[in-house]
C-alpha cells in the first residue's frame, strides 16, 4: 500500500508552539497549486508499478484551499497515478475554516424558486474527501489564546456539530499538558471530544520547540514551562479515559474506534512507501528519503524549470532498522524479533533483545508473540527508549 501526502503550506496565523513549514501570506497561492500539479505530474514514475491507497493533504491549513483547488490537486492524481478503487482521502481542516464556509452556504434564488447550495461538508465529499482530521487542539479559549490558534472554543463545538451530519470518518487533534491546564480540565476536553461521537483521537503533548514563539515566551518568563510531569499525567488520564469508552490505542499518539484507524499514517509507521508533494515535504521509498526544499518561491521556482527540488538520503541497513525500532515501538503491533532477524541479521537481533533486557526488567518493554512491546508504564517514555535500542552506523 503506498500514499501521497500533499503538503499546503498557508496558514491565517502562526501557532505559538508550531515549526512546520508555512506561510500566512496568500500570494503565491495560486502558483503554488498549479505548482503541485506539476510535482506530481513530474513524479509519476516513481510509483510506475504502485497502487495509491492513501491521498493526504497536511500542512499548513489544506482548509484554505477552495473546493476547484483541491478538485484540481485530485484530478492530477488521479491522472498521473494508478489510485485504488477506494482511496483514504483525508483533509486536515481548521474549525474556523469550516465554520466560515458553512455560513458562506447560505439559500440562494433562482427564478421564484430559493436553492440552498451544498455545505462546505458536502462539497468535500463530493469531490472524493472521506475523511477529516480537524485541529481542534482544545476546547477551552485560555488554552486556544496561549496557542494562538485561529479559531475559538465556540467554534471548535460547533464546526464538530455540522462535520458530524456530514462525516463519519472524522479525527480530531488534542494537545495535552498545556501550562496551567489543570488535570481536571483536561478530562473535560476529553469528554467534550467524546460527546460528539468522532471515531478517532490523535492527541500530542505540546512540545516547546526552538525558534517558536512558545519557546521566546518561556524563555522571557511570559508563560511558565511546560510540565513533564503533568504531561505524563495527562497522558495515563487521555489513554485511561479512550480505552474505557472503546478506543484502541493503536500508535502512541492515536486512538480509533475499530475499523477508523488512519491507513496514512498506519502506512508511515509500517514503513510503507510513500511520496510528499509540496515544499518541505518528505518520501519514502524503502530504501531512500527525500525531502523538498522548505521556501514556497525557490520550490515554485524549481518546479516551473522542470526540476525537482529535493534532498535525497540513501538509508543504510543500520539507519533502516533504526527507523523500524522507532516507529514500531510506537504501534500495538510492536517489533517484530523474526523480521529484525530476517530483514536485518541475527547479529541484529540479538544486539536488540540485550539492548532491551533493561528495559523488559524495569517493565518497561516486553516480548509476546515474538514482538518486543512498549508496556503502559513505558509508553510515554517510549520515543527515549527507542533510541537506547539504536546501533550506531559502522
Same mark, same amino acid.
Given at each position: 500500500?503506498?500514499?501521497?501526502?500533499?503538503?499546503?503550506?498557508?496558514?491565517?496565523?502562526? &501557532?505559538?508552539?508550531?515549526?512546520?513549514?508555512?506561510?500566512?501570506?496568500?500570494?503565491?497561492?495560486?502558483?503554488?497549486?498549479?505548482?503541485?500539479?506539476?510535482?506530481?505530474?513530474?513524479?509519476?514514475?516513481?510509483?510506475?508499478?504502485?497502487?495509491?491507497?492513501?491521498?493526504?493533504? /497536511?500542512?499548513?491549513?489544506?482548509?484554505?484551499?477552495?473546493?476547484?483547488?483541491?478538485?484540481?490537486?485530485?484530478?492530477?492524481?488521479?491522472?498521473? $497515478?494508478?489510485?485504488?478503487?477506494?482511496?483514504?482521502?483525508?483533509? @486536515?481542516?481548521? %474549525?474556523?475554516?469550516?465554520?466560515?464556509?458553512?455560513?458562506?452556504?447560505?439559500?440562494?434564488?433562482? /427564478?421564484?424558486?430559493?436553492? !440552498? %447550495?451544498?455545505?462546505?461538508?458536502?462539497?468535500?465529499?463530493?469531490?472524493?474527501?472521506?475523511?477529516?482530521?480537524?485541529?481542534?487542539?482544545?476546547?477551552?479559549?485560555?488554552?486556544?489564546?496561549?496557542?494562538? +490558534?485561529?479559531?475559538?472554543?465556540? @467554534?471548535?463545538?460547533? &464546526?464538530?456539530?455540522?462535520?458530524?451530519?456530514?462525516?463519519?470518518?472524522?479525527?480530531?487533534?488534542?494537545?495535552?499538558?498545556?501550562?496551567?491546564?489543570?488535570?481536571?480540565?483536561?478530562?473535560?476536553?476529553?469528554?467534550?471530544?467524546?460527546?460528539?461521537?468522532?471515531?478517532?483521537?490523535?492527541?500530542?503533548?505540546?512540545?516547546?520547540? %526552538?525558534?517558536?514563539?512558545?519557546?521566546?515566551?518561556?524563555?522571557?518568563?511570559?508563560?511558565?514551562?511546560?510540565?513533564?510531569?503533568?504531561?505524563?499525567?495527562?497522558?495515563?488520564?487521555? !489513554?485511561?479515559?479512550? @480505552?474505557?469508552?472503546?478506543?484502541?490505542?493503536?500508535?502512541?499518539?492515536?486512538?480509533?474506534?475499530?475499523? $477508523?484507524?488512519?491507513?496514512?499514517?498506519?502506512?508511515?509507521?509500517?514503513?510503507?512507501?510513500?511520496? /510528499?508533494?509540496?515544499?518541505?515535504?518528505?518520501?519514502?521509498?524503502?530504501?531512500?528519503?527525500?525531502?523538498?526544499?522548505?521556501?514556497?518561491?525557490?520550490?515554485?521556482?524549481?518546479?516551473?524549470?522542470?526540476?525537482?527540488?529535493?534532498?535525497?538520503?540513501?538509508?543504510?541497513?543500520?539507519?533502516?532498522?533504526?527507523?523500524?525500532?522507532?516507529?514500531?515501538? +510506537?504501534?500495538?503491533?510492536?517489533?517484530?524479533?523474526?523480521?529484525?532477524?530476517?530483514?536485518?541479521? !541475527?547479529?541484529?537481533?540479538?544486539?536488540?533483545?540485550?539492548?532491551?533486557?533493561?528495559?523488559?526488567?524495569?517493565?518497561?518493554?516486553?516480548?509476546?508473540?515474538?514482538?518486543?512491546?512498549?508496556?503502559? !508504564?513505558?509508553?510515554?517514555?517510549?520515543?527515549?527508549?527507542?533510541?537506547?535500542?539504536?546501533?550506531?552506523?559502522?
Amino acid at each position: 500500500m503506498s500514499g501521497i501526502y500533499i503538503h499546503i503550506p498557508f496558514c491565517k496565523q502562526a &501557532c505559538h508552539y508550531c515549526d512546520f513549514h508555512f506561510s500566512t501570506s496568500m500570494k503565491k497561492k495560486g502558483e503554488l497549486v498549479n505548482a503541485l500539479a506539476k510535482e506530481l505530474e513530474l513524479r509519476k514514475d516513481e510509483f510506475n508499478h504502485t497502487t495509491v491507497h492513501t491521498i493526504y493533504f /497536511g500542512g499548513g491549513t489544506p482548509s484554505l484551499l477552495t473546493i476547484d483547488e483541491l478538485q484540481f490537486l485530485i484530478d492530477a492524481v488521479y491522472k498521473n $497515478y494508478k489510485v485504488s478503487e477506494h482511496p483514504e482521502i483525508t483533509l @486536515e481542516a481548521n %474549525p474556523d475554516d469550516l465554520i466560515e464556509a458553512s455560513k458562506a452556504g447560505d439559500a440562494v434564488s433562482v /427564478g421564484e424558486a430559493e436553492v !440552498k %447550495p451544498k455545505t462546505i461538508f458536502e462539497s468535500y465529499r463530493s469531490i472524493g474527501i472521506n475523511r477529516l482530521s480537524i485541529g481542534i487542539q482544545s476546547f477551552f479559549e485560555a488554552d486556544l489564546k496561549l496557542m494562538n +490558534r485561529a479559531h475559538n472554543a465556540e @467554534e471548535a463545538k460547533a &464546526c464538530l456539530v455540522e462535520a458530524t451530519k456530514h462525516f463519519d470518518n472524522i479525527s480530531l487533534d488534542l494537545i495535552y499538558g498545556i501550562p496551567n491546564a489543570t488535570n481536571e480540565q483536561w478530562l473535560e476536553n476529553i469528554e467534550t471530544a467524546l460527546s460528539f461521537g468522532v471515531p478517532h483521537i490523535s492527541s500530542y503533548a505540546l512540545t516547546v520547540e %526552538p525558534k517558536t514563539a512558545l519557546a521566546s515566551f518561556i524563555k522571557k518568563g511570559l508563560i511558565d514551562d511546560v510540565d513533564d510531569e503533568q504531561a505524563h499525567d495527562q497522558f495515563h488520564i487521555l !489513554k485511561d479515559r479512550l @480505552e474505557a469508552s472503546g478506543f484502541i490505542h493503536y500508535e502512541l499518539s492515536n486512538f480509533a474506534k475499530d475499523g $477508523y484507524f488512519s491507513k496514512n499514517n498506519s502506512a508511515y509507521w509500517q514503513g510503507k512507501t510513500y511520496l /510528499g508533494i509540496g515544499p518541505s515535504a518528505h518520501s519514502f521509498n524503502g530504501k531512500q528519503r527525500g525531502w523538498n526544499v522548505k521556501n514556497n518561491s525557490m520550490y515554485i521556482k524549481s518546479i516551473e524549470q522542470n526540476e525537482l527540488p529535493i534532498e535525497i538520503e540513501t538509508l543504510t541497513e543500520v539507519d533502516r532498522y533504526n527507523e523500524y525500532i522507532m516507529t514500531g515501538l +510506537r504501534t500495538q503491533w510492536g517489533v517484530s524479533i523474526a523480521k529484525v532477524e530476517t530483514d536485518y541479521s !541475527k547479529d541484529f537481533k540479538d544486539y536488540l533483545i540485550d539492548q532491551a533486557q533493561v528495559f523488559i526488567n524495569q517493565q518497561l518493554l516486553y516480548i509476546k508473540d515474538e514482538h518486543l512491546r512498549v508496556t503502559k !508504564k513505558g509508553q510515554f517514555l517510549c520515543d527515549g527508549i527507542a533510541s537506547e535500542l539504536f546501533r550506531l552506523n559502522d
